[in-house]
């Protein structure tokens, strides 16, 4: 889920500052994350959620014969959806009924989205950008895919 924040930084910060604020990433190895972004890898119980919140469907019944089902990670989206890798963009139940289709069975337990959450710390990206470049700006909102 990280590259997704890289590439989100990527369109904000534009090639030359990206390039200079990160010039050496590490991906898949959250114990190597940049310090701008570290925030992303660490989930804490949070009272609210916040679009580009990265969040976790846990599966604690997972059929040990499909362990990639044991949850999935998901980046938080407008309309009650959630993006996660290789499940695609989906509402909350149907990613509970997708990990529910891979548990041992007589399983009894639920898959359901913890209340732990994971965001940038907009305070330390901030501070990245050139003053002059600080200034309100109107964002051009386009809809999100619809979920399949």
């Known amino acids: 889920m990280v590259i997704l924040y890289y590439k989100a930084l990527l369109e904000v910060f534009g090639d030359e500052l990206f390039d200079a604020t990160f010039p050496k990433i590490t991906l898949m190895n959250w114990h190597a994350l940049d310090p701008l ?5 660490i989930p804490r119980p949070v009272a609210d959620v916040l679009l580009g919140d990265r969040g976790y469907f846990d599966n604690p019944d997972v059929d040990p014969e499909t362990p990639q089902w044991q949850g999935e990670n998901v980046i ?7 993006y996660g890798h290789g499940i695609g963009i989906r509402t909350a139940d149907e990613m509970i009924r997708a990990l529910n289709g891979n548990r041992f069975e007589g399983a009894t337990q639920s898959a359901e989205f913890l209340d732990s959450l ?10 990245v950008m050139p003053r002059e470049a600080s200034r ?6 386009t809809s999100f895919p619809s979920a399949v």
Not at 76 to 82: E, K, Q
Not at 118 to 127: G, I, V
Not at 136 to 141: F, H, I, Y
């Open 37 to 41: 972004i570290r925030e992303v890898g």
């Open 76 to 82: 938080v989206l407008p309309d009650d959806l959630y």
């Open 118 to 127: 994971a965001r940038p710390n907009f305070k330390k990206l901030y501070q």
């Open 136 to 141: 309100p700006a109107v964002l051009d909102w």
